[in-house]
């Protein structure tokens, strides 16, 4: 990974997006291209962070022109083996620069942490040109601070177990290092999470004095405890007895503690961080971030592509259909917990027999999980009531879904719900991100528009089951929450409204002034149901 050899041009802002655009579909890629193609007054570099680079991988979008350049990183790329070598370093500069890595690996307070992992990137640089992963791995001061850290977090589990997760949990922030010369110049900074773009976002503008800022779709820390705690590829000794008490693992609690340090990076150096809805920010800040630095921007769609949609769905519902149809649109991953959905479904047609699921969306990204799925269709008998679509463009496929799901463990502020908001459908959705504000409203003229949907626990089958039911069972409901939606989707989430604040927040980061805002679409008026029939119902 060499640096360009040519000076680049400066982009406005460089985006840095880790397991997500241009090469990932999903909300918040949909979010990027949202926010490039609505700024074109702006230019954009971006700098993809994926984990094992792909040879055959596809752009799911194509780059609009007022991107300069696309540059990427993989987390666990095979070191070479020259990278793998140890170099001779000077003792000196060897022996000041472990010093500082063991203050960091064994500070007492976060605020110890953070100065000693700056000062120690700092002594890095005196050595960057000589220093290889091969010394991290092979250096007898690396060794005798290996020793120290399992001695003092770690002493009742296997030394060869913690060995080999401390040299993991290195490989992708080392990678991420290397890269850092590769990141494209820009007047602002802009992490599309925290974790590793949150890492690398901090640690440049940090370099090159840089304004930096920071936003969260979802909790990136929270989803990732989530994950790990749930892991099975991190090792735990079985235990002749489970003491519930203990808590996870410490293998498990250091991953976590990574992740957990990284956010605090982000959040440290960002001059403002961006979340979507009010529940998020109280997680960044119990997570360490200021909260005088957070703001929120809920994201925005454009209702009026939905209007078609939404008359279509209103007139279906005055005709009281027999056959109803109940759509999942999303990735086909354990975080969206579609075996909860295909649960519910079960409870659902043995109440309602003319109700099927569609199920829109990719599930390449994890066939395990799919073909896991497809056999909990099968076991439970409702092969002819569950079609998955696969990858489907949702003005497709929207119109054929008369309720929306969505079954979550973990989400942000979903813009596919948002989308069925503003076509009329109910949603049921489990109580995550900003699903409540969606559905109930967060101000109180928000709320005083009526309910869009109904919410359950997550991972509840029997929960889920009840709300569609409720909600498929009585027409005068559906068209309530249908009206209430697409109000409020018109009235808070508007398109114009986030690009308007991105576009604010862009200029006075990068010390451009603001040009003035577009005039705003006149929003396509909420009708009443007419009692007519449409001419094509979905089938």
Known sequence: MQPPAKPEPIADVTLFLEGTYPYVLGGVSSWVHQIITGLPELTFSLFYIGAKHEPNAKQHYQLPPNVLTLREVYLHNQLSKREQKRRHIPAELRIALYDLLGKFYLA?????????????????????????????????????????????????????????????????????WKARDLVPPARVYHSVSAGYAGFIGAITARRRHTPFFLTEHGIYTKERIAEISQADWIYEPDRFQINYSEGLGKLKQLWINLFLFLGRVAYTQADKIITLYSGNAATEVEFGADERKISIIPNGIEPARFDAIYAQHMARWQTSPEKKYVGFIGRVVPIKDVKTLLRAARIVCERMPGVEFLIAGPYAEDPTYFDECSKIVKLLHI???VHFLGMSKIMEVLPRMDVLVLTSISEGLPLVVLEGMAAGKPNVCSDVGACRELMFGRTAPDRALGRAGRLTKIMSPAETAHALIGILSNPETCVKMGIAGRQRAEQFYSMTAMLGAYRALYHQLAGKPVPPPAAAPRPAPVAAPTGRRPKGLPT
């Open 383 to 385: 092969e002819d009531k």
């Open 108 to 176: 007492k307070t976060d605020a110890e942490r953070m100065a000693c992992f700056w000062a120690t990137l700092e002594g890095l640089q005196e050595v960057e040109k000589r220093y290889r992963f091969g010394n991290l791995l092979r250096d007898r001061e690396a060794w005798d601070i290996l020793v120290a850290g399992y001695e003092e977090f770690c002493p009742d589990e296997s030394f060869i177990d913690f060995f080999w997760t401390a040299r993991f949990l290195h490989l992708p922030l080392w990678n991420l």
